[in-house]
Structure formats: C-alpha cells, structure tokens
C-alpha cells in the first residue's frame, strides 16, 4: 500500500541548512507537500511539487524530487529558530473526481540550536 | 488570507457520548476533508466530502462518524458514541477543483478531543 517514510529528528545549528528527507512508496503520486507543525498548532502548507518538476524554490526553501528513486527533500538554508517545528511529507495520487486523500510520513522534528 | 477555521480547540468528553466538530473552510472551496492524529503518530485520513456526499473514506471511519454539510459554511464531524480510542487532534481541510495550486489542501488548526 501506500506509505511514506521521514527520519524523525534532525538537529542543527542557527545560521546553518537544514535537509529534511522523505521517501515514498507510490509510484503514481501527483504532487508532494511539505507541511510545518509548530507546537500546539495545525498543519501549515510550505511548499508542494508537481511530479514532473525536479525542483523548486521558494525564498529559503529548495525541494528537489527524484521521482526515480521516490525521494524527495525539502532544504531550509540559513536556518532559524522560528524554523523549529514538526515538518511532514505528504504525497497524493492523482485527482480523479477532483478530490483527493494525503498521505503522509511520521514528521520530522526539527530542533534548531544556537 | 482565507483559511480554515475549528471549534472547539479542545474538547473533554466521556466514553459513549457524541460529539461534533466543526469546521468552517474556505469560502470559495468544493472539497472538504477530515483527518486526525493520535498523539505521536501520523496524520491519517478519514473522509472526504463534496457536492454533499462522501467521495473516500478510510477504514477508520465506521458507522460511529458521520459528515455533514448543514449550511453554506459549516462542515462537521459527528461521532455517535466515543471510545478512548478516539483521542486525537482533528483536523478539517479544504481544497478546490481547479489548477494544482487550488487543489492543494489547506487545515484548521485542529479540535483536540480527550476521551475519558
């Protein structure tokens, strides 16, 4: 079935990049998301990627996609306190009916320290 | 900037009551979700609703839930009779039908309900 895997926790210095990894099992995914979570609060969209792209930015963020290898990474350069937050990958098949479900990983706390 | 909103933020209940979660999405969107987190696990998926019917749900959304869209704005999530198993924060979303950006779905905040 459908699965998608994230490492749990990453650590890193203010200041430095920040690469959140993610893997998924679907093979007819759409588009992928990136979601932040901070503390207490809901699911905040940050960026998504079309399956036919390979890359985008958008100011700090960079994702690249290897459809290939169904890996996809989500890059915050110059990383910064306010970053700290859960970030989960979420991946979504394609939108027959106009809906559709996400699927996503376990998240990644990111800590970011002085 | 539109977005989705939820009430209550927390809800206490006790084991066998009903409860409902509202959600009011983006005006303008067609297509509204529902999924929820235990604590320390993954976000999963639980129904999705449009032109006031379900479209999917998931195996977790047994005869115990129920969707409804009341009026213009409002999207709920009833659960008839609830189980401590049921704890966990629920997030409602929203998203429309045209163009890959107007597909995207957006989320409340979350109702964290407590099952005792």
């Known amino acids: 079935g459908e699965d998608v895997e994230q490492s749990l926790f990453l650590s890193v210095r203010e200041g430095d990049s920040s690469v959140i990894n993610c893997t998924y099992t679907?093979?007819?995914?759409?588009?992928l998301y990136w979601y932040k979570q901070e503390p207490g609060a809901g699911l905040q969209l940050l960026t998504y990627?079309?399956?036919?792209?390979d890359m985008k930015q958008d100011q700090r963020l960079t994702v690249l996609l290897n459809k290939k290898d169904k890996h996809l990474s989500l890059r915050i350069a110059d990383t910064q306190t306010g970053d700290s937050a859960i970030y989960f990958c979420a991946e979504t098949t394609s939108f027959s009916g106009g809906y559709n479900k996400l699927i996503f990983g376990a998240g990644t706390r990111l800590a970011v320290h002085p | 900037e539109p977005e989705v909103t939820q009430t209550p933020s927390h809800q206490v209940t006790q084991m066998g009551q009903e409860v409902i979660l509202r959600c009011v999405p983006i005006?303008?969107?067609?297509?509204f979700y529902w999924y929820r987190q235990i604590l320390g696990q993954k976000v999963e998926f639980l129904v999705s609703?449009?032109?006031?019917?379900?479209?999917?749900k998931s195996e977790i959304f047994d005869d115990q839930f129920s969707v409804e869209r009341p009026d213009g704005s409002n999207f709920t999530l009833k659960i008839r009779s609830t189980k401590l198993e049921d704890s966990a924060m629920y997030f409602c979303?929203?998203?429309?039908?045209?163009?890959?950006?107007?597909?995207?779905?957006?989320f409340g905040p979350g109702t964290r309900l407590l099952v005792l």
């Open positions: 005006s303008n969107h067609l297509y």
């Open positions: 979303a929203s998203s429309g039908i045209r163009g890959g950006a107007a597909k995207t779905q957006y």
């Open positions: 609703f449009y032109n006031n019917e379900i479209s999917e």
């Open positions: 679907d093979s007819s995914s759409t588009y």
């Open positions: 990627i079309f399956s036919n792209m």
